[in-house]
């Protein structure tokens, strides 16, 4: 018995690889699942997993949030397979990697039907294990910082078990998450599945949904479309913000080494939301109008990785900061909304 000084339990020593996937080591290609990979940080994970010429890609994706254009350039690759599928149903491929994504990541997606973004990170994430278990396959979670609910420690460290409300409107998203990583762990303890779980802080970048309701699309878009910027109240609660290429190449890192985590993966740059808005007003459109509006309920006051953890563990730390982010964003908004820049 082992004691794993991330989180201080007990654990069995890390899992011998399944015979199964022994044998599958010494084949040349890779076949990784990646669920959810038709949403904003799968696509470009995808992108990523398919530079190397030795991975087969698959996306289950039920299309909720995601798009079949995030993934256009790859439909009809010989490596690349699309299916559509909903992860609270089995499925049964054979797979080496499983990168487990699939869940509607912005609140006002994740609260619209509460009792399927819960059935989406319980039931598909033990249907995931269950193929894991299945196919010996090593699987990568995509938890949150919202496991962190309203932090009481901050920054956040992944020893800090979280001040979350069990019963509010973020529940179904930051409870249902916390099972999602107890099952992680209990397929790891129970059943020696090679397990990776990246807590992500909020992370931004081309191909979020324009209007997906989340601050940094929300403020990009407002300020394109010349519309106020919607600072809800009160204003000084902070988030740090992620590049997405800083994200994926976090969680391949994850993938490919020998962590369990809990891994914060996340940029410790902390804004509070007036300041978000202020940096969006002069990158953008100088003359835009911020407004003060009304706030959700739970809503985390503060919120900052720290990702000492990442960086020893995995050599791993952001390199694109808000400033340099927020113009690779706005350029694809541009596009996507037919506002080239005069
Ligand atoms: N972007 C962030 O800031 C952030 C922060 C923390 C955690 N995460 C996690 O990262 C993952 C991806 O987030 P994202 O920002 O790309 O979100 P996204 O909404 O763009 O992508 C989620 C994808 O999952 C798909 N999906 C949802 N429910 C499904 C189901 N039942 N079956 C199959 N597919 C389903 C959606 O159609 C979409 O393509 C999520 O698990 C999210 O919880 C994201
Ligand atoms: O990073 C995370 O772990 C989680 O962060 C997000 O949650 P949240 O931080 O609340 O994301 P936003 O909806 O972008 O809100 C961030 C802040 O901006 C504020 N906001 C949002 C929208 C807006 O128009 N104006 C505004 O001021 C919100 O009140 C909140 O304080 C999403 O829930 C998930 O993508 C993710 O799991």
């Known amino acids: 018995m082992a004691t794993n000084s991330s989180n201080g339990t007990t654990t069995k020593p890390p899992p011998i690889p ?16 990646v669920t959810g990979g038709a949403g904003f940080i799968g696509s470009h994970l995808v992108d990523r997993l398919m530079q190397n010429e030795k991975n087969e890609v698959i996306v289950a994706d039920n299309y909720f949030t995601g798009s079949k254009d995030n993934l256009k350039k790859w439909i009809g690759h010989p ?3 699309l299916i559509r599928h909903d992860v609270t149903e089995p499925l049964f491929l054979e797979v080496d990697q499983i990168y487990h994504l699939a869940c509607p990541a912005s609140p006002i997606f ?3 039907n509460p009792v399927k973004t819960i059935k989406t990170n319980v039931i598909g994430t033990l249907n995931m294990l269950g193929l894991a278990k299945r196919v010996g396959a090593r699987i990568l979670l995509t938890s949150t910082s919202e496991v962190y609910g309203d932090p009481l420690v901050h920054p956040q460290t992944e020893s800090y078990w979280g001040n979350v409300n069990p019963i509010g409107v973020r529940s179904c998203y930051d409870e249902g998450k916390r099972v999602a990583e107890t099952l992680m762990f209990d397929y790891h303890r129970q059943h020696g599945i090679e397990i990776h779980i990246a807590r992500i802080f909020n992370t931004y970048g081309p191909r979020m949904n324009i209007d997906d309701g989340r601050v940094v699309s929300n403020f990009i878009a407002q300020a394109l479309r010349g519309e106020a910027l919607t600072v809800q109240k009160p204003g000084t609660q902070t988030r740090s913000f992620c590049y997405v290429s800083d994200m994926v190449d976090g969680l391949m890192r994850l993938m490919e080494g020998d962590q369990t985590g809990p891994i914060n993966i996340g940029n410790p740059g902390e804004f509070t939301m007036v300041e978000l808005a202020e940096t969006v007003k002069e990158l953008i459109k100088p003359d ?11 809503d985390p006051r503060q919120r900052k990785p720290d990702i000492s953890k990442a960086k020893q563990v995995l050599g791993w730390e952001p390199k694109v900061k808000l400033r340099e982010g927020l113009p690779l964003m706005e350029e694809d908004f541009r596009l996507r909304l037919g506002l080239l820049k005069k």
């Open 18 to 33: 399944s015979p199964l996937r022994n044998s599958k080591f010494f084949q040349s290609n890779m076949r990784i699942l």
């Open 79 to 81: 490596r690349f397979e």
């Open 110 to 112: 994740y609260k619209y």
């Open 288 to 298: 835009v109008e911020i407004k003060m509006v009304e706030n959700t309920p739970d």
